[in-house]
């Protein structure tokens, strides 16, 4: 069983920064691929970014490539959602989410068996 909990969302003007931060408890972190996804009000949950257990493997959505990077501290059981050049359209809830073997497809909601309670995202314009 792995417990996440993520923090470090807020409200910040388009074109800014925010990193989340997920830290993960209980289980072997280092041993489960992490993703981060987001919600928006009245969207599906979707993909944003992928890394593998030990960070050599990321994967992100096109319209996070180049301005997101995803990464992870295994010593100190977190991953990490650096976001830059913000857009309102990245305003959701961002959840991080933990994969533990046999793994599932990345991108997908099924792919991964633990979850945290999601951190806030508002972007201005």
């Known amino acids: 069983q792995v417990q996440l909990a993520e923090s470090g969302g807020g409200l910040v003007q388009a074109g800014g920064s925010l990193r989340l931060s997920c830290a993960a408890s209980?289980?072997?972190?280092?041993?489960?691929?992490m993703g981060w996804f987001r919600q928006a009000p009245g969207k599906e949950r979707e993909f944003v970014a992928r890394i593998s257990r030990s960070g050599g493997f990321t994967d992100y959505r096109d319209s996070a490539k180049g301005r997101f990077t995803i990464t992870r501290d295994n010593a100190k059981n977190t991953v990490y959602l650096q976001m830059n050049s913000l857009k309102p359209e990245d305003t959701a809830v961002y959840y991080c989410?933990?994969?533990?073997?046999?793994?599932?497809?990345?991108?997908?909601?099924?792919?991964?068996?633990?979850w945290g309670q999601g951190t806030q995202v508002t972007v201005s314009s």
């Open positions: 209980g289980g072997t972190f280092s041993s489960c691929a």
């Open positions: 989410a933990a994969d533990p073997p046999p793994f599932g497809r990345y991108d997908d909601v099924g792919g991964y068996d633990y």
